[in-house]
DNA sequence: TCGAATCCCAACTCGATTGGTCGGGATTAT
DNA sequence: ATAATCCCGACCAATCGAGTTGGGATTCGA
C-alpha cells in the first residue's frame, strides 16, 4: 500500500500554491521547475485538481494556477480524493450487497475502521496547517 | 487506494482458520470452498502467509494448515504486511535521504501521520478481536 | 496583427502489479 | 499403492502507474 507519484507530487503543488495564495497565478513551469515534478505529467495532476474545483486556471501570457478557496478550506483529504478517487477500501462498504459469508461482516469491519482512520487523519490537516513550518503533533 | 483482493481474501482465510483454532488443520480446498476463494490463488495467498511464519501447513493425506500462534497472538497488521509487502506509504521516510526540496518535509509529515493512522488502526485488531461477534466500537 | 506564453486534451508507450491458471512435483496417512 | 494434500515455478491477460508526445485553444503584449 504505497501513495502514487501523482498523490505526492499533487500535495507537493498544492502546498507549494498554497505558501503563494493571494499572489498572481503560478505557471505550469515554475510549479515544475520549483518543485522538481516532470511537467507533462504535473498538467496532468493539475487537470484532475482544477476538475475537482480545488484549482482555478487562467490561460494566456500571464496566467497559471491558483487556489480556488482559502487554504484554511482545503484539507489534505480533498487532495487526495481529487487524486486518487473514490479513495475506499474494498467495493461493498456502500451498496452493502448482501454479506452472504459468515464471517466476511467481520473482516469488513476492519476495512470500514481502517477507512475511517484513514479519514480522520487526512480530513484533520489542511493546507494552513502544512504552510506553517511544524504540523503539530 | 484500495485493499487488494489477494489481501482480502488473505484476511477472510486467517479470520476462518481463527474460528477453527485449536482444531485439525484444515484443506486449502475447504478454505477455498467455504470462503469461495479461488483454490489455486489462495494457494499462493497462503504460501505467503507461512512464509511470513502466520500459518503452519502439514502435507499428506489430512493436512491442511493451520494457524501458528493464538488467535489474540496475531494482529490484522501482520497479516496485512505479510500479503501487501513492506506497507510504508512513500520511499523516503526510514532512509531520510536528504529532503532537499523546502515543502517537502511538510508533505511528508502528512504521509507519516498516515501511516502512524493505518498502522495504529491494524495493529489494534487481533484476530480473536474478529471471532467474536462484533468489533466493539 | 503577430507571436509567445500559457493552459487544454487525446493518444500513446512501457513496465510493474493484480488476479489468476496450469502442470507437475514432493509428502504422508491409510 | 494410492489418494489426498501441500509446494512451486511458469505462464497469462487485464489493469494501473508514470510519464511522453503532439497538437490544439486562449490571452496578453508589442
Redesign the interface.
Known amino acids: 500500500?504505497?501513495?502514487s507519484s501523482r498523490c505526492?507530487y499533487g500535495?507537493?503543488a498544492m502546498?507549494?500554491l498554497a505558501?503563494r495564495s493571494g499572489a498572481d497565478p503560478v505557471s505550469l513551469s515554475t510549479i515544475a521547475s520549483d518543485?522538481?515534478i516532470p511537467m507533462a505529467f504535473l498538467e496532468r495532476i493539475m487537470a484532475r485538481l482544477r476538475d475537482a474545483g480545488l484549482v482555478v486556471a487562467t490561460r494566456g501570457v500571464s496566467g497559471g494556477y491558483r487556489l480556488s478557496r482559502a487554504t484554511a478550506e482545503i484539507s489534505?483529504a480533498d487532495v487526495v480524493a481529487a487524486l486518487?478517487?473514490p479513495?475506499?477500501?474494498?467495493g461493498c462498504l456502500p451498496d452493502d450487497h448482501g454479506c452472504d459469508?459468515s464471517?466476511?461482516c467481520?473482516?469488513r469491519?476492519?476495512?470500514r475502521?481502517?477507512d475511517?482512520?484513514?479519514s480522520?487523519?487526512?480530513t484533520g490537516?489542511t493546507l494552513s496547517d502544512?504552510?506553517m513550518?511544524a504540523?503539530t503533533?
Do not use: F, K, P
Not at 479513495?87 to 474494498?90: A, F
Open positions: 500500500m504505497r501513495i505526492e500535495l507537493r502546498v507549494y505558501g518543485e522538481g489534505v486518487e478517487g479513495l475506499s477500501l474494498v459469508r464471517d466476511g467481520a473482516s469491519q476492519v476495512w475502521r481502517l475511517e482512520a484513514i480522520d487523519a487526512l490537516i502544512l504552510t513550518e504540523v503533533r
